[in-house]
Every structure is written in C-alpha cells, then in structure tokens.
C-alpha cells in the first residue's frame, strides 16, 4: 500500500530537516483537545516509527487527537466528543489517585453529556476506554485478539475518577460503574500494531454525527456488546 501524500511529506522534512539539523518538531496543543494547554515535541524516531507502522507512543496518539479535535471542530461536535490525554493517564505516570484527579478534572469541565475517550497504556500495549459519565458507562475496545478484560488498573482509575465526579456534581451515583466491552472491533495482525487501532477506532466513532457506537458496534461487522463485570 502506498503512503498518503502527507505522509511522504513528513518524512521527506525530516531527512531533509529534521535529522541534518537535529531537530524535532514542536508545537503547543490548545486547552481544548484535552483541558489545558501543553507543549509537545515529536521526536524524529517518533516519524520514523510512525511512518514505519512500528510501535507508537502516547506523543504521536496525542498529536493525532488534536487532529481529531479539528475533525469535530468542523463537524459542530465538540460538545459531544471529548479527549483525555494519553500521556497522563497510562502505567507510570502517577498514582492512581493522582491519574484519577486528573480524569476527574477533565469530566468537571463539561455538562457531563460528552463521550471522553481516553487510550489507555498499561504496559506496552493500547487498549481505548470511553468514559460517559453522566450514565457511569465506560466502554472498553481492545484490538488484541480473543482480549476481552478490561485492565484493574484502568478500572480502578476511571471508577475513582466518576466517584469524584458524582461529588462534584452532588449526585449520589451508582453502587458501581458499568463497564461493557465493545465487541466485533477490527484486530490487530500482529503485536504492534494496537496504538494504529485505537487511533482507528477513535476516527470511526467520530465519523458517525449519532455516535451510536454502542448500538451499532462502530459500523464495524459484528455487532454486539458483550458487558463485563462492574
């Protein structure tokens, strides 16, 4: 398969540019992809890996979501979409309780009627969760064949996350948060390849104005739901 256009682009800026130079690639991600503003620095290998289908890190998932972010700027569906920034919540970027502030904080910043999807790293392998939290619903998508358990980990920090919500908010909310894990989603052939899914996956939802993901299994060709334990 041939490389996009934009791709050959990138790649001949940085033979050209970036590597004679010893350059990387810097930019500002606004407060509105992920609710609050942070500078970002796509290193060389970051292209090259990308470019390669090689194994990707929380940078270049970042960078594609504020692409997305532009894609529901466009399509007036900002108050219906929201990100939660990879890099902040993955393995070994805090305690759970900080990452759970965290998740926290971005919910609290909206009327609670916003999907937030939020890739998810716990350990060299992207897993996506879309948190709902005005139903206490987390849907979990995983492009590793025959995975269909959502890490504790994960867990523990979405579920802390909606208890602070619910404080916030003042409501009582639910014994406990429902999970479901979203089936019939397109698996990954080999074992790099699950941050280019994620991303997929995060592109198809958004593609549908209704985001009737849940219902229709992202226009994907099974379509179930298949709940996991709460």
């Known amino acids: 398969m041939e490389a996009p256009s934009s791709l050959k682009t990138l ?46 890190g929380a940078t270049v998932l970042a960078v594609y979501m504020r692409y997305l972010h532009d894609v529901l ?18 393995a070994n970027s805090g305690t759970i309780t900080e ?9 609290q910043k909206t009327d609670g009627e916003q999907i937030f999807m939020m890739p998810y790293n716990p350990g060299r392998h992207w897993i996506l969760l879309i948190v709902r939290a005005k139903k206490e619903t987390v849907y979990f998508l995983d492009p590793l064949p025959g995975h269909c358990v959502v ?11 909606l208890k602070i919500y619910n404080t916030h908010i003042a409501r009582a909310g639910r014994k406990n948060v429902i999970w479901k894990t979203l089936s019939g989603t397109p698996k990954q052939p080999s074992n790099v390849e699950c941050g280019y899914y994620v991303m997929r996956f995060m592109r198809d939802i958004i593609m549908d ?15 179930r739901l298949c709940n996991d334990s709460g």
Not at 74 to 89: E, K, L, R
Request: net charge negative.
């Open 11 to 56: 790649c001949r800026f940085l033979e050209t540019t970036l590597l004679p130079e010893d350059k990387t690639l810097q930019f500002t991600i606004d407060k509105e992809v992920f609710g609050g503003e942070r500078d970002t620095f796509l290193l060389p290998e970051d292209i090259t890996q990308f470019a390669g289908t090689e194994e990707i």
């Open 73 to 90: 700027k466009q399509a007036n569906m900002c108050s219906m979409v929201g990100f939660i920034d990879p890099a902040t919540v993955s």
């Open 99 to 107: 990452r759970s502030r965290l998740v926290a904080a971005r919910l």
């Open 151 to 161: 890490d504790e980990e994960a867990k523990n920090i979405v579920n802390n996350a």
């Open 209 to 223: 104005p209704s985001l009737g993901f849940e219902y229709k299994g992202s226009g994907y060709h099974r379509r």
